[in-house]
């Protein structure tokens, strides 16, 4: 297969324009840390923009970050980390789990926008669309296009960029992305809670964030986890709570959940390492594992466990509250009872996130959808590619 080398969107458009008039398929690519997410689909060529890197402007005072869709991560979070502040929504490291990429790739801000990645404080400051303010890109159609702006109150008309985050490349080449960055936390503290149930694990948490205490981020673990991440309290499930700010608050509210709640608490470093390891998946990463990704709302958790039959052998971790479901099983009926479940709920998704033999030839990775929806799916697509140049069917089937 053809590599298209790119280095601006002047270039993605004569690509794409040249795809349209020969009437083939381009796949969007960068680092190649997420290129196996998603359905398995055939390309004539690689649009490779892998040289869509580097920082254009950055204004630590205005918490303002514009940047070129392809630079790494490790580029990104270094210069947040200069001026001590973060992406809020705390993207996570997924190319830990795929193994994809170059040896230590952590993928591209690009990928991240595209994939809608958001980590542990997700649950408390919002998602990755959340945090974009504006962006340049090409469609399908090969038509230069622009969205928002550096400021929130620029951000007028259609809002794009919601559009575009969770889109997986196949509605634009985005470049030049502005988003909103945050002062970061002074310290960060934790809070393991054992408990006898999930039910009772996301009641605990539910019961601990309608305090005014503040807390940023939860997990649950499961004992056999829990054991080996070195914060097995010897209970089945073991709540993880999150506090971040400033030292004198974290310690006093630290100390008042200790007393409303019991538990053990975690030192900043033992705590941000653990966060760490939930956040890019690695307590179920080691083996050699399918991953699903389930969201639902966490009272729905224990529900959606429960539907799988202890005969799959499942592990998983929770993140969100109860909200957020990591399960890694070798089963190939594992989707099968996860959908189900999803279905029993009437809201909520399944999505294949690592693959290790060949389940997403059996199974659509990404959730199918339902009949409004799937045609509300159709138009947006035909709308920014009506010949399919983008990233074809790397979603669900016929986009």
């Given at each position: 297969m053809?590599?298209?080398v790119?280095?601006?969107?002047?270039?993605a458009?004569?690509?794409?324009?040249?795809a349209?008039?020969?009437k083939?398929r381009?796949e969007?690519?960068?680092?190649?840390t997420?290129r196996h997410?998603g359905?398995a689909?055939?390309?004539?060529?690689?649009?490779d923009?892998?040289?869509?890197?580097?920082?254009?402007d950055?204004?630590?005072?205005?918490?303002?970050?514009?940047?070129?869709?392809?630079t790494p991560?490790?580029?990104?979070e270094?210069?947040?980390?200069e001026?001590?502040q973060?992406?809020a929504?705390?993207?996570p490291?997924?190319?830990?789990?795929l193994?994809?990429g170059?040896?230590?790739a952590?993928?591209?801000i690009g990928?991240v926008?595209a994939?809608?990645?958001s980590?542990?404080?997700?649950?408390?400051?919002?998602?990755?669309?959340?945090?974009?303010l504006?962006f340049?890109?090409?469609?399908?159609?090969?038509?230069?296009f622009k969205?928002?702006?550096?400021?929130?109150?620029n951000?007028?008309?259609?809002?794009?960029?919601?559009?575009?985050?969770?889109?997986?490349g196949?509605?634009g080449?985005?470049?030049?992305i502005?988003?909103?960055t945050?002062?970061?936390p002074?310290?960060a503290?934790s809070?393991?809670?054992?408990?006898?149930?999930?039910?009772?694990?996301v009641?605990g948490?539910?019961?601990i964030?309608?305090?005014?205490?503040?807390?940023?981020a939860?997990?649950i673990?499961?004992?056999?986890?829990?054991a080996?991440e070195g914060?097995?309290?010897g209970?089945?499930?073991?709540a993880v709570i999150r506090?971040e700010?400033?030292?004198?608050?974290?310690?006093?509210?630290?100390?008042?959940?200790?007393?409303?709640?019991?538990g053990e608490?975690?030192?900043?470093?033992?705590?941000a390492?653990?966060w760490?390891?939930i956040?890019d998946?690695q307590?179920?990463?080691?083996?050699?594992h399918?991953?699903?990704?389930?969201?639902?709302a966490p009272?729905?958790a224990?529900?959606v466990?429960?539907?799988?039959?202890?005969g799959?052998d499942?592990r998983?971790i929770a993140?969100?509250?109860?909200?957020?479901?990591?399960?890694?099983?070798?089963?190939?009926?594992?989707g099968?009872?996860?959908?189900?479940?999803?279905a029993?709920?009437g809201?909520?998704?399944?999505?294949?996130?690592?693959?290790?033999?060949a389940?997403?030839e059996?199974?659509a990775?990404?959730?199918?959808?339902?009949g409004?929806?799937?045609?509300l799916h159709?138009?947006?697509?035909?709308s920014?590619?009506?010949?399919?140049?983008?990233?074809?069917?790397r979603?669900?089937?016929?986009?």
């Amino acid at each position: 297969m053809t590599d298209i080398v790119i280095s601006d969107l002047q270039q993605a458009q004569d690509a794409i324009q040249d795809a349209v008039a020969a009437k083939s398929r381009l796949e969007l690519r960068a680092g190649g840390t997420k290129r196996h997410l998603g359905r398995a689909a055939s390309y004539d060529a690689v649009l490779d923009v892998s040289a869509f890197s580097g920082i254009i402007d950055y204004q630590p005072e205005e918490l303002v970050l514009t940047l070129r869709a392809g630079t790494p991560m490790e580029i990104v979070e270094a210069a947040l980390a200069e001026a001590r502040q973060i992406l809020a929504f705390e993207p996570p490291r997924l190319s830990r789990i795929l193994g994809e990429g170059a040896p230590g790739a952590s993928g591209t801000i690009g990928g991240v926008i595209a994939a809608n990645l958001s980590g542990p404080r997700r649950l408390t400051a919002g998602a990755a669309r959340d945090y974009l303010l504006g962006f340049e890109a090409v469609s399908g159609r090969g038509e230069l296009f622009k969205s928002g702006g550096k400021v929130m109150k620029n951000v007028t008309g259609y809002d794009l960029s919601k559009l575009m985050c969770g889109s997986f490349g196949t509605l634009g080449v985005m470049d030049e992305i502005t988003l909103k960055t945050l002062p970061a936390p002074e310290t960060a503290r934790s809070l393991l809670v054992g408990h006898d149930s999930l039910v009772d694990a996301v009641s605990g948490i539910a019961s601990i964030f309608a305090t005014a205490h503040e807390p940023g981020a939860a997990a649950i673990l499961p004992q056999t986890v829990a054991a080996e991440e070195g914060v097995d309290l010897g209970m089945p499930f073991t709540a993880v709570i999150r506090l971040e700010g400033i030292e004198a608050s974290v310690a006093d509210r630290l100390g008042h959940l200790l007393a409303l709640s019991g538990g053990e608490p975690l030192d900043a470093d033992r705590s941000a390492a653990l966060w760490q390891r939930i956040r890019d998946i690695q307590p179920l990463a080691e083996r050699p594992h399918d991953i699903w990704k389930v969201s639902c709302a966490p009272s729905d958790a224990p529900r959606v466990m429960a539907a799988l039959d202890p005969g799959l052998d499942v592990r998983m971790i929770a993140d969100w509250a109860g909200g957020l479901l990591w399960i890694a099983g070798t089963s190939p009926h594992i989707g099968t009872a996860l959908r189900a479940a999803i279905a029993g709920l009437g809201s909520g998704f399944a999505m294949l996130i690592r693959d290790v033999g060949a389940t997403r030839e059996s199974i659509a990775p990404f959730q199918p959808l339902s009949g409004p929806v799937l045609e509300l799916h159709k138009r947006v697509k035909a709308s920014f590619d009506p010949l399919g140049v983008l990233n074809y069917e790397r979603m669900h089937e016929g986009m």
